[in-house]
């Protein structure tokens, strides 16, 4: 590969916010926003996760279908990825159920606490974007979290001309997505996440799960047409491999091309690829794209040792992104 290269990065002290830094906001879901808001610390003055809610497995799922409140997992996560001091809080917020014992009740069994307190929050503020606000400052989080959407998504997928319902069984399934599928009709943007991008500096995507967390959030209605219209600068932090499902046999230049046909962006940016050792799972690919095959889509790639080499899986290490991050800027 060639183009830009990035040093590889040293470690640097997170949690310490730059007041001469950019406005970050960082698009997506999952374990991938959460390294990416660890990143945005090493550099941002103010940082926004704006964070799908098409998620419908475990705790999550068992909420929204329950409570018909948005799933409430992964703004758990972004919101404890934002807080940079431990306390009872964050514990709170970190603590999982496990299994109950067959003679106890098992209504909580699996269930985080922090989703459940974001539930009890939702029904004492009245709405979930306040639930989170709440929240946030419980917990001291140094960013804002905000949900994509003003209501819970149902999300599906026409899959090798089958339709598949559900963000779990869609992320699963195996097969080329041809279409990405969105609901109930009246689905509309957070009026926060939207005024966030418009004024951001720079806008980073992924990584994640591309279909079921970066696209499910790009195609809420207003939120990829913020990103065309926002003056700031726009980054994808492609994944380090495929994943089992959704992604099984994409090349980069191929999640290049889904945000244009599927998550309907019309301005292009620059791609960060990991460049370096990466231990990849068996069944997997490493993903990657040469600097032409980017260019002909419109991005330029930048190469940077951005992978944590102690991770049992595949994954971001979250010092490394944040300067290559703030070296685009």
């Known amino acids: 590969m060639s183009g830009l290269v990035v040093e590889p990065a040293v470690e640097l002290d997170p949690f310490l916010l730059d007041p001469a830094g950019p406005r970050v906001v960082a698009i997506g879901g999952g374990h991938g926003l959460s390294v990416t808001l660890r990143a945005l610390q090493m550099y941002a003055s103010e940082i926004t996760a704006v964070v799908s809610v098409a998620d419908d497995g475990g705790s999550s799922g068992r909420l929204t279908a329950g409570l018909g409140i948005p799933p409430p997992g992964d703004i758990r996560r972004c919101l404890l990825a934002l807080t940079p001091e431990p306390s009872v809080w964050s514990e709170l917020f970190a603590y999982r159920f496990g299994d109950a014992d067959p003679d106890q009740v098992r209504d909580v069994e699996g269930h985080s606490l922090g989703n459940l307190i974001l ?117 994808f932090v492609l994944n380090l491999v495929t994943q089992d499902g959704e992604t099984l046999g994409l090349s980069g230049a191929d999640h290049l091309a889904a945000l244009a046909d599927h998550g309907h962006l019309r301005r292009t940016g620059t791609v960060v690829v990991h460049q370096g050792e990466l231990r990849v799972p068996d069944g997997l690919e490493q993903v990657g794209v040469d600097e032409l095959d980017a260019a002909s889509l419109g991005w330029k790639a930048v190469y940077a040792d951005v992978a944590d080499q102690e991770a049992e899986w595949p994954a971001h290490h979250p010092a490394k992104l944040g300067k290559t991050l703030a070296a685009l800027g």
């Open 119 to 235: 539930a009890a929050l939702t029904d004492l503020a009245g709405d979930f974007a306040s639930a989170v606000r709440r929240a946030g400052e419980l917990l001291g989080a140094v960013g804002t979290v905000i949900p994509a959407a003003t209501q819970p998504i149902r999300l599906s997928a026409v899959i090798d001309g089958r339709t598949v319902e559900g963000q779990v069984a869609v992320a699963r399934a195996r097969g080329r997505i041809e279409r990405l599928l969105l609901g109930p009709d009246d689905i509309s943007a957070h009026p926060e996440a939207l005024e966030a991008i418009r004024r951001a500096d720079q806008i980073v995507l992924g990584p994640g799960s591309l279909f079921t967390s970066i696209l499910a959030a790009l195609r809420v209605p207003g939120i990829a047409e913020a990103v065309d219209a926002s003056d700031g600068e726009l980054v």
